[in-house]
Every structure is written in structure tokens, then in C-alpha cells.
């Protein structure tokens, strides 16, 4: 099986920057792809981005493309997202999720890690 953990979340200011980690161990191998998601309160989960482990192909939303980036650290097992120009909206918990599948949606995710906290003050 394969654990995530998620780390760097905090607090920042309109306009600020933040990234967020995602390491992740056990049984990597098989692992696709590695996608961050977000929940805010009182909302549905919500799909941020994802990257493949083998290329690196990026892929996300449109409410964040242009401001996030998704990166990943193939030695360390580890993705990441940077994320900067942040709005009092993208206030939520981030998840990152891994899966073995190409297919997109939330149920083509496997493992997802215990999420970290962001808020941006308006």
C-alpha cells in the first residue's frame, strides 16, 4: 500500500505564495499519477491538478491554471505545488491523492493522504 503525507500548509495574504508538499512511501512503483485536491468549508472536493510520475505532464483546473504548479521529485517520491497569486478562495484543505490509473476524476485516485490546512485572509 502506499502513504501520503501533505505538509506546508499555513496562513498568507491575498496575493501571497505557499507550496505544499506530498510525500509519499510503500509501494510507489505502480504509481501513475500523483493529483492535489481541496475541499472548502461547507463545499465539495475539488480537483486542483495532477502530474504523471514518468514525463511530468501537468494538467489542472481552470480556476488555478496560471497560478499553481505542479512539480515532482521522482528520487524523493514527492510532489509538489507551488502555488502563488492566492485568493481568499483558494481557502480549503489540500489533499494530494496517487493513482495507478490514466483515467481523470477523483475515483481514479487510490490513496489519499490526511490534507493540510491553507488559508489565504482577504
Known amino acids: 500500500q502506499v502513504q501520503l503525507v501533505e505538509s506546508g500548509g499555513g496562513l498568507v495574504q491575498t496575493g501571497g505564495s505557499l507550496r505544499l508538499s506530498c510525500a509519499a512511501s510503500?509501494?510507489?512503483?505502480?504509481?501513475?499519477?500523483m493529483g492535489w485536491f481541496r475541499r472548502a468549508p461547507g463545499k465539495e472536493r475539488e480537483f486542483v491538478g495532477r502530474v504523471t510520475w514518468s514525463g511530468g505532464s501537468t494538467y489542472y483546473a481552470d480556476s488555478v491554471k496560471g497560478r499553481f504548479t505542479i512539480s515532482r521529485d521522482n528520487a524523493k517520491n514527492t510532489v509538489y505545488l507551488q502555488m502563488n497569486s492566492l485568493k481568499p478562495e483558494d481557502t480549503a484543505v489540500y489533499y494530494c491523492?496517487?493513482?495507478?490509473?490514466?483515467?481523470?476524476?477523483?475515483?481514479?485516485?487510490?490513496?489519499w493522504g490526511q490534507g493540510t490546512q491553507v488559508t489565504v485572509s482577504s
Open positions: 510503500g509501494r510507489t512503483f505502480s504509481l501513475y499519477k
Open positions: 491523492a496517487a493513482g495507478v490509473r490514466p483515467s481523470a476524476g477523483s475515483m481514479s485516485y487510490d490513496v
